[in-house]
């Protein structure tokens, strides 16, 4: 019984270029969320999203950032021109529906920007 | 933006002893969860708190919701070498927001007394 699956777990990219970030959630779970964790903080939320459907998009940078779920195939968080102010560890949860209990995070991706 | 303030940041604990950290916050959060992130991995949920005064206890660690829905405490007995590592609360609010939309503390990171 797979956990939230992200992948890579470390990706380094030059400023300017895209970095894609897959996460494919649980087994049976349609709801998945990305977070951004800089180094000695907490997590940040960026986006919430159902199958083809973004339902709150209140942390993302509005230039730059973008998410989707498919209806099949993993969600993808896609920055686009990076920058240094990029580097972090991006962090993937998903949960069955709206129960909290559920909610359960991936390992992670590290984006490095040189 | 809401800010959970999370203390001590730090703490070094010898086997054995008892170990108290908490998070308080201006805004009122209807539920608050623990996590605890081990170095490279993702949170992993240790107690979730969905009603004011109430008391939960998994195993060795304790929480509780405080009274005015603005502060919690987690509680670890009798400290193991395998607790170190950075325990996080994380908070939803009340007034909106999607039900994926957590804000967490900075963490509070427990290490081994040398």
């Known amino acids: 019984n797979a956990g939230v699956m992200q992948n890579p777990r470390h990706l380094v990219r030059r400023r300017g270029q895209e970095a894609r970030l897959r996460c494919s959630p649980m087994k049976g779970h349609s709801h998945v969320y990305w977070y951004r964790q800089l180094p000695e903080e907490g997590l940040k939320f960026m986006v919430y999203?159902?199958?083809?459907?973004?339902?709150?998009e209140s942390g993302m940078p509005k230039e730059r950032f973008s998410a989707e779920f498919p209806k099949e195939g993993p969600s993808i968080l896609r920055i686009q021109q990076v920058v240094r102010g990029d580097s972090a560890a991006y962090f993937c949860a998903s949960s069955p529906g709206t129960a909290l209990l559920g909610y359960t995070f991936g390992s992670g991706t590290r984006l490095t920007v040189v | 933006g809401q800010q959970l303030n999370q203390s001590p940041q730090s703490m070094f604990i010898q086997e054995g002893e008892d170990v108290s950290m908490n998070c308080t916050s201006s805004s009122i959060f209807n539920t608050w969860l623990w996590y605890k992130q081990d170095p490279g991995e993702g949170p992993v949920l240790l107690i979730a708190l969905y009603k004011a005064g109430e008391l939960t206890s998994n195993g060795r660690l304790t929480a509780q919701f405080g009274i005015t829905r603005k502060d919690s405490f987690l509680n670890i007995s009798a400290s193991i070498p395998s607790d170190v590592g950075i325990y996080f609360c994380a908070g939803q609010l009340t007034d909106g927001g999607s039900q994926g939309n957590l804000i967490f503390g900075k963490g509070t990171k427990l290490s081994v007394k040398p």
């Open positions: 999203l159902q199958k083809e459907n973004i339902i709150d």
